[in-house]
């Protein structure tokens, strides 16, 4: 099973993750895209990380809990700050106890805020030990790719990075490689 979350200015509707769910489907897996707590809210300020994580571990258990599915059976991810926050849980940055999920998909990972290098999202990064696909563009303000590399190399699991030519943030027009990039990541982490 993979669950998906969107980045904090989207839904769970957000085309590119609609595409991406249905192009994993395909392949006979179960994938389910999942909201935050202020998107169902109707709210468009992303609520603080441990409301965000908080909301993560209990979709993740209702989900295994509802469908008869091992955590460790489940990748979590999405794009942007769905995936960071997703990457926070797997590594029990969150206070919890890391869930044993299979892996973390990570797409476009906000690695700072544009132009701000010195603020590196990154604590956690060393107690993440599952595997971890990163896919970013190489015009990310998010993050470059040696920036994304560096961090990468922080990761205690095993790492998969794919960059995207000329792709920025969005990954816009991107959709076929950065599926491609996912399902053949996937193998058999959520069968």
Do not use: K, N
């Amino acid at each position: 099973m993979v669950l998906l979350w969107p980045g904090a200015g989207s839904a769970a509707d957000h085309p590119s993750l609609v595409d991406l769910s249905e192009r994993i489907a395909a392949t006979g897996r179960i994938v389910e895209r999942v909201d935050f707590p202020y998107r169902l809210a109707g709210r468009r300020a992303p609520d603080r990380a441990p409301v965000l994580t908080a909301s993560v571990r209990a979709e993740l258990a209702e989900r295994c809990e509802r469908l008869g599915v091992d955590p460790a059976r489940v990748v979590i991810g999405g794009r942007s700050m769905g995936g960071r926050i997703c990457s926070m849980v797997a590594a029990g940055a969150d206070g919890g106890p890391p869930p044993g999920v299979a892996g973390v998909l990570l797409l476009a990972y906000p690695l700072h805020p544009p132009g701000r290098p010195d603020r590196l999202r990154t604590d956690h990064l060393g107690d993440l030990r599952v595997p971890t696909l990163f896919v970013s563009g190489d015009r990310d303000p998010f993050g470059t790719p040696a920036e994304l590399a560096a961090a990468q190399a922080l990761v205690a699991g095993p790492v998969t990075s794919v960059t995207v030519p000329g792709a920025r943030h969005e990954l816009a027009g991107a959709e076929v490689p950065v599926a491609a990039a996912v399902v053949d990541w996937l193998g058999p982490l959520s069968r």
